[in-house]
């Protein structure tokens, strides 16, 4: 429920209000705009009385919010998000550029690619010091070990530090290094990671799961947004279809759905999505084009030897050209890269 208040609304009316709310064991959540204040009624809403909302003092209108998320809804906020860690900005004229490789492996791959992909342009380094890999045989990441050369990688370069976080238990470890969360599609719906990332100071960037639908994956940025972290980005890395050509399926029609019904920003990853070196490049421009407010991508400095998704990274040459090429679609979109 949205209690829009009247512009005349007092402080005493405001506060009425939050105590009436509560006392209907829903949660308030003011948001005090230059003209007016609304306050969102978030809980269950079977429960709550809109008439016993609308008669209270200083209250203009009260309004349903129609989608199952709520405070990543629209209507609820009107204003697109936009995230900042450090070097990176995802929204507004900003097209925040994550790149780097899928692992980190060792401290002159991680620093040669931060220093090539600062260089080209990106704005922030990813790398998985921790790896959710479908087999556990597979090389798990270097840990702690890695977060520490994400750090002396970002000491170098500047460069903001997005890296996964797979369990709660870590959540407090990796926010120590990194400037932003990120939480990976196999983990979309691990609600605990979620809660426990809501309680986390850092931004957060979640993955789709490659099965979830584009309600699962709001509700997911949901329980973030509901235990208390704001920033959440959305990053569609593809989908799970029948087409076996491409590693996944990357629905960018998900860019403008998504900025719809939702005020959070969107990333897409056209490396996860396609899964191929050869189709990222073309896939990040339209991504851009599509409205995207960000792109992840992996780069490494020999993906022929990557320890992990070396099929889909491109080198550092092919990431110049993708930020030359990128950089003229956005402009066109009259948005910036980084
Ligand atoms: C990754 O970013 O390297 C990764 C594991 O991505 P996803 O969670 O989208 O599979
Ligand atoms: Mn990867």
Redesign the pocket.
Known sequence: MIVVMKRSASEEDIQAMIEHVEALKMKPVVLRGTERTVIAAIGEERFAGAGSLESGPGVDEVLPILAPYKLASRELRAEPTVVKAGSLTVGGANIGVIAGP??VENEEQICATARGVKAAGATAL?G?AF??RTSPYSFQGLKEEGLKLLAEAREQTGLAIVT?VVAPDDVELVSEYADVL?I????MQNYRLLECAGKSTRPVLL??G?SATVDEWLLAAEYILDAGNPNVML?E??IRTFEAHTRFTLPLASVPYVQQKTHLPIVI?P??GTGHTNLVTAMARAAIAAGADGV?V?VHPNPDKAM??GYQSLNLPQFQEMMRQCGRIAEAMDRELG
């Open positions: 899928c692992s990813r998985g790896k959710p996964e990120q990976g599609a196999r983990n993955k789709r490659p990053c890395r593809g990853d490396s996860h992840i992996e992990s998704d």
